[in-house]
């Protein structure tokens, strides 16, 4: 296993005036020094704890949730999520069995009327529909009994129109409020399902882009005005609360997956250039915080910012225009990963001009995250739980691997495609209706399906802290899904052949 020096991370200064918040951001830096500290006793040496996890998970797949997890009842799909998609990072594979159970357990959630709720007999709800389906494209499959098939698209489709606002944006539910989480995660079922249409779509982008702050990051809202006609005054709408880092991955993921049905593709309002600026800046400092990600301005750094932040740069680079398309080996011939046991390992290159402190970052999740019982945490002080685990796995996914997306890839995908049934929604009545044409629909699916299936992992840009051994997947940043399942499900709803 490589050795690597750890740095002790130090306190940072104040203004000397003590708060609460001061006082936990103190006791945040205490704890977190003490951790180093430890590991640098250690000789530096940092293992992802990986059967303590998969066991922990275990328990909590075929025991159940701890009696404190009762307060979540209406999340039944996003605990299955956490811990299904944690098993994938981990690299661990289902048993048929295992499988059926899930997909059953998933099915009982669907509502007669469309969407998913959260738990079986519970109103649908756009964000464990997102659960829902991303739980069927790590354990489903197409045929009877395997649970793509047994999704009601068309219900599914009259579900999200029925929530949709003249703004753009959506309510998660039936009068419940709007939520910029809620059109990432709506975003993300329509295109896996394929039942993305223009009118679904509608001023969903403008609303996307009024939600940035003056900071740079994505609140949850914004406020629209209307003129006497009812028509949106584009100039007055200003974002409602403060920068988040979910609000921001959501908002930017949401950004991504509108690119092909948006002209011009170039994002039009979006300041990349303060997004870029507010997302380096919430990563904590090495010396004091351990390089972990915080959420927002002046709070403690928590762990599951490492993927609602840690994991948004790859997209960044998309929107600010700054990815070539290309692997670092395209670029660089020469270039050479450095995620084997070796010499290699302990002279840390950042040969892809990384955005952020990906180094750090994976310091702070093995060390400040990982929970000695099992599972990964907020940070030292909190216990672990199913949410944290599995977004401290993707943010350390986004901090060993580049994900891109392959300007290759786009022109062989492109080049395959093979014009499908195309989904044109109907009525409770069975009437069909759609503003396209039939060349129209086929030439938005292909750029759809291409712009979600062609990104790809560098393998020559891969960087592991503390050796291979600590390896966990690499996921597609657009979906936080593993690349192989977000492709298997794309493949089969938009009619084309795995590559």
């Not at 799909?77 to 289902?94: D, H």
């Not at 930017?252 to 997956?257: H, S």
């Not at 786009?410 to 039939?438: K, L």
């Amino acid at each position: 296993m490589s050795k690597r020096t750890v740095a002790a991370p130090k306190p940072q200064t104040d203004d000397g005036w003590p708060t609460d918040s001061s006082k936990s951001q103190a006791d945040t830096e205490r704890v977190i020094s003490e951790l180093f500290k430890i590991a640098t006793a250690q000789d530096g040496l940092l293992n992802l704890n990986r059967n303590v996890h998969l066991n922990w998970l275990v328990r909590l797949l075929f025991q159940g949730f701890p009696a404190r997890y009762v307060s979540q009842d209406a999340s039944q799909p996003w605990l299955l999520y956490f811990v299904l998609q944690s098993f994938q990072s981990l690299g661990v594979a289902f048993d048929p069995d295992t499988k059926k159970k899930a997909i059953s357990t998933i099915l009982a959630k669907q509502h007669p009327d469309g969407g998913f709720g959260g738990g079986p007999g519970q109103l649908p709800h756009i964000l464990p529909t997102y659960a829902s389906i991303c739980s069927l494209a790590i354990v489903g499959h197409p045929g009877e009994g395997g649970g793509w098939d047994q999704i009601d698209r068309q219900k599914m489709y009259r579900f999200f129109m029925s929530m949709k606002q003249t703004d753009g944006s959506f309510l998660v539910n039936q009068d419940a409020e709007v939520d910029i989480r809620g059109i990432y995660c709506l975003l993300v079922v329509a295109t896996l399902l394929d039942i993305v249409t223009p009118e679904l779509v509608h001023n969903t982008f403008d609303f996307v882009r009024s939600c940035q702050t003056y900071e740079g990051g994505f609140s949850a809202s914004s406020q629209p005005y209307f003129a006497p006609d009812s028509r949106i005054i584009p100039d007055i709408r200003p974002a409602l609360g403060e920068a988040h880092g979910g609000y921001t991955s959501c908002a930017v993921a949401a950004l991504m997956l509108l690119k092909p049905l948006v002209p011009p593709l170039h994002y039009p309002g979006i300041n990349g250039q303060a997004l870029l600026r507010w997302a380096a800046m919430m990563q904590g400092s090495e010396f004091s915080e351990g390089g972990g990600f915080r959420g927002r301005t002046n709070k403690l750094v928590d762990g599951c910012y490492s993927w609602w932040v840690g994991g948004l740069f790859s997209l960044i680079e998309e929107l600010v225009g700054e990815s070539t398309g290309e692997s670092i080996a395209e670029k660089n011939p020469d270039a050479q990963g450095h995620g084997d046991d070796s010499a290699a390992d302990d002279a840390w290159h950042d040969t892809d001009d990384f955005l952020f402190h990906k180094q750090a970052l994976q310091q702070y999740i093995l060390i400040a995250a990982q929970a000695k019982t099992g599972g990964l945490r907020d940070k030292p002080t909190a216990p672990a739980d199913a949410y944290h685990t599995l977004y401290n796995l993707s943010g350390l996914a986004s901090a060993q691997h580049r994900v891109y997306l392959s300007r290759k890839n786009i022109d062989n995908v492109r080049s395959r495609w093979v014009d499908s049934e195309t989904f044109i929604p109907t009525d409770s009545a069975g009437r069909a209706s759609s503003s396209e044409t039939e060349a129209e629909r086929q030439a938005r699916r292909r750029e759809t399906y291409v712009a979600a299936h062609a990104w790809q992992e560098d393998e020559s840009a891969s960087q592991y802290v503390g050796g291979k051994a600590n390896r966990v997947n690499a996921v597609n940043p657009v979906f936080n899904l593993t690349i192989s399942a977000s492709r298997s499900m794309l493949n089969y709803f938009y009619g084309q052949s795995p590559s």
